[in-house]
């Protein structure tokens, strides 16, 4: 079993890219950092990470039946996604905006709602298989592209990495201003936030709406 340092310093490279764009998931782990704390924040990017690692399987081990299947139905996938970007949105509007102590538990259900929220919000992305396969046919003008099973889940693993590394850095770096931070500013950070899920949200349904009726 040869696994090539370059390849997974590329499967890092690309992990960093795909997760560092600023977005709703890089809002709600700022806005959890501040608002619950260190853990809250990096178990939100978790969420992304499985997200991003199954995209990657799929297009680093071609999975064409998947692929095609979650492509077939983008639309409705990316749908549920913007609904659920509102309703998300309008939740964070609504709901408490006051700090939660460090030590407070979310328990296990809670701290699995962290993760899955954005699991979701990640895998309603269907175009993200796109972005993988274009990522990885990229670097293959400077890399050996995976030629075994081992690499290619070896390529998987270090894309999961440099997502979560970059994860464990913005959680790691908004907690640090955490309390420096007062409770009428991270009301304000909250407010924010669900404004931003609401368009998001929104620019998602008229995207698919427009992609499935034509322009108007």
């Known amino acids: 079993m040869i696994i090539e340092w370059q390849l997974v310093l ?92 460090d030590r407070e538990s979310a328990g296990i259900i809670g701290n699995a709602a962290l993760v899955g929220t954005t699991f979701f919000m990640t895998i309603t992305n269907p175009a993200m298989i796109l972005g993988f396969a274009a990522f990885f046919g990229s670097a293959g003008g400077w890399v050996d592209l995976p030629s075994t099973y081992w690499q290619a889940l070896a390529l998987v693993a270090a894309v999961m990495a440099g997502s979560f590394l970059w994860w464990l850095f913005l959680a790691g770096t908004i907690h640090g201003f955490r309390h420096r931070i007062g409770e009428n500013a991270i009301a304000t950070v909250n407010r924010i936030s669900g404004c931003i899920f609401v368009v998001f949200g929104m620019a998602v349904l008229l995207r698919v709406i427009t992609a499935e009726y034509g322009q108007w």
């Open 10 to 101: 590329t499967g890092i490279v690309i992990g960093v890219a795909v997760a560092a764009p600023i977005g709703p998931i890089n809002i709600m782990c700022i806005q959890r950092s501040l608002k619950q704390g260190f853990r809250a924040g990096l178990l939100t990017g978790m969420g992304a990470v499985l997200g991003d690692g199954m995209f990657a399987a799929i297009a680093a081990f071609s999975i064409t039946s998947v692929s095609g299947l979650l492509i077939g139905y983008s639309n409705w996938i990316e749908f549920a996604g913007g609904v659920f970007l509102i309703g998300l949105g309008l939740r964070t509007l609504l709901g408490e905006t006051a700090r939660v102590p």
